[in-house]
């Protein structure tokens, strides 16, 4: 090493001493803390100039800067210990000296740092401080951030890439490091900042950490403050990679739990933005898809932004998306949020309702459920949801999903599906029969009754039980249907079968719809003669001896018939 190198080192060691030296300081406190932010900032720089492997003797205007900063250290050092030994003529005086000594040493940071913009340096590799141990304390990690702050400023572009890598492990492991960056003033910015940049890895990095502190509320103001809206929006426009995008769409989703929020990504064009990721779901990652549609559900909640979302042909997008088969994790991913987004629009408002049946999205949903694709249960669970949700009692749509194949899907389900995905075939029949006459003829006609009377079966649970019971007591309201039951012997039999095990099971919900449909079927001759001639006549009468009214009904049903008949015979004999 040279003598210029040996005053790098002798620099370095000077500053350490007096930031050590100036805790110890008891006049003075707010110069002195000013003086040690200085401090740290330069010592930065210096370490930094460490690791360039260009000479520094060749370098003129570097070896005039390290003289005078080594000779402003000299005299802080002087005004440390006359500090601390109060031995100063003045407190005027040694208040202009700090001032003087606090704005040299950030002209001189400054200086380095000009020296690194020129390109009068280059690096050989960077080395940044240790990382703070966990529990670490707050002097230690500041030092630690206003280091990295530091390589942030004046770094080549590959030392700017290291020192954000490193900022992102210490925050991920440490998130109180995020509170030293927010009070360091120009930190978050300079990330902000850094968002334009045209470095991939740069850029890349900077959304990242960006992405994370939006996870916190209580940092969230602190980057809309900072401006960072606008720049993520441009990483989505013209980023430099998915990895970016994902990042910055991560940041937004996260920025936009507030409602506030939303104008301003409106504003600088992001919703527009958004929407093309999406419809462009080939040619960007899933998972950039799946997030964007994070970020407009978010934003669809404002009225004024979802009226413009229709405009720009929202809808269409995400029906589109819905179709996807491009085969992969992330199509049912893009589809389930892309259901959630539709969902979430028409919550509440007919008009978009209409609009995404016109637009084929009913359709859209029923392949969803189509058994001979392959949908994971939670996709077709999800399209079973908005199903019910957009064909809300109307005739027309019912018809459109009749024509679609909807009944046959769910048959096959409740028949052949696995347990999840019976339950939720289930669902749709126990939702079919609450929509119309027509809805539970085409039911009985299409066989729903034989698959219902299998779900009460108590192995199943409770509430599978209650679910079945109610959608066929609703479908056995229907004459035709109630026909059609009565016409095979085991079905009555079945029932009473199941009652008895209602009283054993103590499951007075399921017991209810099972005397309910039994009422029902009273109304046919043949239901009355199956159930007064079973084995389980007296487990009726006994629950109308306990006030069970419907089971005192099915009784008095049972006797008004049974006198009818002696009525007739007397007169016929």
Not at 396 to 411: R, S, V
Request: with cysteine; proline share 1%; glycine share 6%.
């Amino acid at each position: 090493m040279g003598e210029e190198n040996t005053s790098i080192e002798q620099a370095i060691q000077l500053i350490y001493s007096l930031i050590s030296l100036s805790h110890s300081i008891r006049v003075f406190a707010g110069k002195w803390q000013s003086i040690r932010d200085r401090l740290e900032e330069l010592l930065s720089s210096l370490t930094a100039i460490e690791n360039c492997d260009d000479s520094i003797d060749k370098n003129p205007s570097l070896v005039s800067t390290l003289k005078a900063i080594f000779d402003v250290l000299k005299g802080c050092d002087d005004l440390a210990r006359r500090c601390l030994r109060l031995s100063y003529s003045g407190k005027l005086l040694m208040q202009s000296d700090l001032d003087i000594v606090c704005t040299r040493l950030s002209n001189y940071t400054k200086s380095l740092a000009d020296i690194y913009t020129l390109g009068l340096l280059t690096q050989n590799y960077a080395i940044v401080l240790s990382r703070p141990n966990l529990g670490a304390s707050k002097d230690d990690m500041k030092i630690y951030v206003k280091d990295l702050l530091s390589r942030l400023k004046i770094g080549s572009s590959d030392m700017k890439r290291q020192a954000l890598i490193s900022f992102n492990e210490v925050i991920q492991e440490d998130d109180r490091h995020i509170k030293i960056a927010v009070e360091i003033e120009s930190f978050i910015s300079l990330l902000v900042n850094f968002l334009d940049s045209d470095e991939n890895g740069i850029q890349e990095e900077a959304a990242k950490a960006v992405s994370f502190i939006a996870g916190f509320e209580a940092y969230k103001g602190v980057l809309i403050g900072a401006g960072i809206i606008a720049p993520l929006v441009r990483i989505l426009e013209s980023g430099s990679g998915n990895l970016s995008k994902e990042f910055a769409v991560r940041c937004l989703q996260k920025l936009t739990e507030n409602s506030d929020n939303a104008w301003s990504v409106s504003a600088h064009g992001g919703v527009t933005e958004l929407l093309k990721i999406c419809s462009n779901n080939g040619h960007c990652s899933g998972e950039l898809v799946v997030l964007s549609c994070g970020v407009l559900k978010n934003l669809v909640r404002v009225e004024e932004i979802k009226k413009f979302m229709v405009e720009e042909g929202a809808i269409s997008v995400f029906i589109k998306l819905i179709k996807s088969r491009d085969g992969g994790v992330a199509v049912p991913l893009s589809q389930i949020s892309s259901i959630d987004f539709l969902l979430t629009m028409a919550s509440g408002d007919e008009t978009t309702r209409q609009i995404i049946v016109k637009e084929g999205g009913v359709r859209a949903l029923v392949r969803l459920l189509d058994p001979k694709l392959s949908f994971p249960s939670k996709a077709r669970e999800m399209g079973l949801k908005a199903i019910m949700s957009f064909c809300l009692s109307s005739v027309d749509t019912f018809n459109m999903m009749l024509n679609y194949g909807f009944l046959d899907h769910i048959m096959y389900f409740l028949h052949y599906g696995e347990v999840s995905v019976q339950e939720l075939a289930l669902k749709a029949a126990f939702w079919l029969c609450g929509t119309s006459e027509e809805a539970k003829k085409a039911m009985g006609d299409a066989g729903f009754m034989p698959e219902l009377i299998k779900f009460l079966d108590y192995s199943k649970s409770s509430d599978v039980c209650e679910m079945a019971s109610e959608a066929l007591y609703s479908m056995i309201s229907v004459p035709k249907n109630r026909k059609r039951f009565v016409q095979n012997d085991q079905n009555v039999g079945f029932l009473l079968q199941m009652l008895d095990q209602s009283e054993m099971n103590n499951s007075s919900g399921s017991k209810k719809f099972l005397l309910s449909i039994l009422m029902s079927l009273t109304s046919c001759n043949s239901a009355r003669k199956k159930i007064a001639n079973s084995g389980y006549l007296k487990k009726i009468e006994n629950l109308a001896e306990s006030d069970n009214s419907d089971a005192k009904k099915i009784i008095r049903r049972l006797s008004s018939n049974r006198f009818r008949n002696i009525f007739n015979g007397l007169w016929h004999s």
